[in-house]
């Protein structure tokens, strides 16, 4: 595991899109996993204002999400489909049919989570998948206790993962109890994993994840299994990992790695 520390939440987001964008400059046709929430904002609109400024082209990437709600009407505005719509189709240049939801709108919602398995297969894998963290250390919306080796299916969301997200609908109770999400087997398919988090809310969810135990209790700690995962944390969202180890500061600020080495622990 590599796990990069930069000094604010703005350097997350280009730091993360500097990964990002490389990986795109080797493989115009990427196929990208695309976690929603907060965290991964900072990367979309970086990568948006490089197209923009004409040095990144991104209409030829294939893009997954990781996960949606179920319970919600197609096109609702808190769907992530939504979310997807306006942080990537539209500012990226995607036509909407490159940019995959899971369709948690369908009556038979295991025949949609089979189909998108089925549709990853198809499109030849998850080249690299961008990942935010949950308070509770969900990753998708895996929450504790998730099989480390699930698959897309459906998933109740806990209790303190519907708190979490209650500032992104009117009221407590609209936020959804259920959704499609990729399982921990899935993601872990990914030939890259890039996670993100910032801010102190996230700092034990990151310790437990970085440092382990691998445990049914912090999801994204199966990402140690993982052989190229990489964290890209601020100061605060890195704030309870172990002092001096597993870590590298961008810029270096004399941790004795220089630029663009592998950190001790990857
Ligand atoms: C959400 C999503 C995750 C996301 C996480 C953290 O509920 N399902 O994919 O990474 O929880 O959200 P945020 O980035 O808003 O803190």
């Not at 730091?15 to 400059?25: E, F, G, K, N, S």
């Not at 904002?41 to 990437?61: F, K, N, P, Q, T």
Request: aromatic share 4%; charged share 20%.
């Amino acid at each position: 595991m590599d796990v990069l520390v930069v000094p604010t939440a703005a350097d997350v987001g280009t730091c993360a899109a500097d990964l990002v964008a490389a990986r795109i400059a080797e493989e115009p046709r990427t196929v990208l996993g695309v976690a929603t929430g907060s965290s991964p904002v900072g990367i979309y609109r970086e990568l948006a204002r490089r197209r923009a400024g004409g040095s990144l082209e991104l209409g030829h990437l294939t893009c997954f999400a990781l996960d949606e709600y179920v319970g919600l009407a197609p096109g609702h505005p808190r769907s992530y489909a939504a979310y997807l719509e306006r942080e990537i189709a539209r500012s990226w240049g995607l036509p909407s049919s490159q940019v995959r939801v899971p369709e948690a709108f369908r009556p038979d919602l295991d025949a949609a989570a089979e189909e998108y398995e089925q549709a990853i297969a198809a499109a030849g894998g998850i080249d690299l998948q961008i990942l935010g963290i949950g308070t509770n250390g969900h990753i998708g919306f895996n929450e504790p206790i998730s099989s480390l080796s699930s698959r897309t299916r459906v998933a109740a969301l806990s209790a303190q993962t519907r708190a979490d997200n209650a500032r992104f609908f009117d009221r407590p109770d609209a936020v959804p109890t259920h959704c499609l999400t990729q399982g921990l087997g899935t993601i872990l398919e990914a030939r890259q994993v890039l996670l993100v988090a910032q801010g102190r809310r996230k700092a034990a969810a990151v310790a437990a994840a970085v440092e382990g135990p691998v445990a049914a209790r912090c999801p994204a700690s199966v990402l140690q299994f993982h052989p190229r995962a990489t964290f890209v944390l601020d100061e605060a969202a890195a704030g309870e990992l172990t002092p001096g180890t597993c870590r590298r500061t961008v810029p270096d600020r004399g941790d004795g790695l220089p630029p663009g080495s592998p950190s001790p622990a990857s």
